[in-house]
């Protein structure tokens, strides 16, 4: 199955009355991995680009969980999509060895991303030349 149709929307379970919302997220549940890493974006203005990267090893799953954003994936064969992130209980789920860019930050924006595994720098490929050589087989 090819790496970019793996991405995918989620929707999460929401409880809610009078009082206000609750958004439930578990790992191997609502998402298909065990979460060993949280970590949270903020403070980015919206001509600002994050990510800019592909992970080897780690899967995630992005939320803007206040604001929006965007997520522009890319397989490195020559396509891409893009995903907007605009609703507290939906998600992308983004697999490994693809690559991402966010960006488009509103001002309020705080987009939560959970992972697989805990950090480790020598799994980023944060070259997108090198990225795209790797997953087309010209460079181990």
């Not at 990510?51 to 604001?67: M, R």
Request: hydrophobic share 35%; proline share 3%.
């Amino acid at each position: 199955m090819n790496v970019l149709s793996r991405a995918q929307m989620l929707e999460f379970s929401q409880k809610g009355d009078d009082r206000g919302h609750l958004v439930i997220v578990e790992g191997m549940d609502d998402i298909p991995f065990d979460i060993k890493r949280i970590f949270y974006i903020f403070g980015s203005d919206q001509d600002v680009v994050r990510g800019q990267h592909a992970n080897k090893n780690t899967e995630f799953v992005l939320i803007n969980v206040a604001g929006t954003s965007k997520v522009r994936v890319k397989d490195g064969k020559g396509n891409e999509a893009v995903y907007s992130l605009n609703r507290p209980h939906t998600g992308i789920y983004l697999p490994k060895m693809i690559w991402k860019d966010m960006y488009d930050f509103s001002e309020d924006s705080v987009l939560l991303c959970l992972a697989s595994t805990h950090y480790d720098p020598s799994e980023y490929i944060r070259d997108y030349d090198e990225f795209v050589k790797i997953v087309n087989g010209e460079k181990k």
